[in-house]
Nanobody
Framework: VQLQASGGGSVQAGGSLRLSCVAS????????MGWFRQAPGKEREFVAY????????YNGDSVKGRFTISRDNAKNTVYLQMNNLKPEDTAVYYC??????????????????WGQGTLVTVSS
C-alpha cells in the first residue's frame, strides 16, 4: 500500500488544520492506521491510532482533547483533525499503516508502511 499525506501548512496558535492520508494500491480497510510526527532534532512521536473499523482510537498524551483521528474506508482515507494548535505541535506529520493489530501501536516499528510526511508549522 502507498500512502500520501497532505493538508499541512502554516497556522497561528489556536488555529486548526485537517490532515489527510490517502492510500492507494490496496484497500485501507484491512490496515490499522497511525499518525506520528517528528520535530527538528527530535525522535518521531506517536500522535494517534485507529483500528480497521474506526471503532477504537488512541491519542498521544500531548494531543489528547485537541486532535481526533478518523477514517473513511470508502474513500481510502484517514484524517487527523487538529484543533487548538500550539507552537510545540510544529513538526512533519506522517501517516502509517500496518495489517496487524498491536499493543505497541505507539511505536514506529509497529508499522510497515509510511507516507512521505506533511509539514505543520504553528506560530505564536
Amino acid at each position: 500500500v502507498q500512502l500520501q499525506a497532505s493538508g499541512g501548512g502554516s497556522v497561528q496558535a489556536g488555529g486548526s488544520l485537517r490532515l489527510s492520508c490517502v492510500a492507494s494500491g490496496r484497500t485501507i480497510s484491512t490496515y490499522v492506521m497511525g499518525w506520528f510526527r517528528q520535530a527538528p532534532g527530535k525522535e518521531r512521536e506517536f500522535v494517534a491510532y485507529i483500528t480497521r473499523s474506526g471503532g477504537i482510537t488512541y491519542n498521544g498524551d500531548s494531543v489528547k482533547g485537541r486532535f481526533t483521528i478518523s477514517r473513511d474506508n470508502a474513500k481510502n482515507t484517514v484524517y487527523l483533525q487538529m484543533n487548538n494548535l500550539k507552537p510545540e505541535d510544529t513538526a512533519v506529520y506522517y501517516c502509517a499503516a500496518d495489517r496487524h493489530l498491536s499493543t505497541n501501536y505507539y511505536r514506529t516499528n509497529a508499522y510497515d508502511y509510511w507516507g512521505q510526511g506533511t509539514l505543520v508549522t504553528v506560530s505564536s
